[in-house]
């Protein structure tokens, strides 16, 4: 979509000079893509730390990125935020779990890993993306996944009662 829009704005409708290559999709496409969308989303969740961090200023005490060493990076023609993380210096991209981007690459994630604990999802995204909220946001994911749901043990009737009564059976 974004290298639709972006030929659309090149093209005139009386110059046909475009080449078969500017019409595929490559890595840097995708690339870009990738961060028009992470924009979108850190300007919905994180819209002070943007102007604070576009105009050289030092985020609030209150923000989820102070302490964090947050700063605006040129990617793929995006300026984005990039945190470097609380124990080690590794550069990630905050992001909120309460935006439907951050849901959906959660839920994409635990379904690619066979529906495995959020912690080892949260390990995985978070080489990349430091993302507020993320265990409850998988904890949440986890209980509406059917898959999940049916492979988790069930109590007999006994041993249900007995949980209930707090009794040793």
Not at 5 to 32: G, Y
Not at 37 to 44: A, N, R, V
């Amino acid at each position: 979509m974004l290298k639709f829009v972006r030929n659309a704005r090149k093209s005139t409708s009386t110059d046909e000079t475009t080449t078969f290559d500017s019409h595929t999709l490559c890595f840097s496409d995708i690339q870009a893509a990738k961060m028009c969308l992470i924009l979108q989303q850190q300007k919905e969740s994180f819209p002070v730390e943007i102007d604070a961090l576009s105009h050289n200023k030092q985020i609030q005490h209150s923000s989820k990125l102070w302490g964090l060493c947050s700063t605006m990076k040129r990617h793929a023609g995006f300026n984005v935020i990039e945190s470097r993380g609380r124990v080690d210096s590794r550069v990630m991209m905050p992001l909120s779990a309460k935006c439907q981007l951050t849901k959906l690459m959660l839920q994409t994630k635990h379904e690619e890993l066979n529906h495995i604990g959020a912690s080892t999802v949260i390990g995985i995204i978070g080489q990349n993306h430091l993302i507020f909220g993320a265990k409850k946001e998988l904890k949440r994911i986890q209980r509406l996944c059917t898959t999940c749901r049916e492979s988790m043990p069930t109590l007999s009737n006994r041993e249900w009662e007995c949980f209930q009564t707090a009794e040793l059976c």
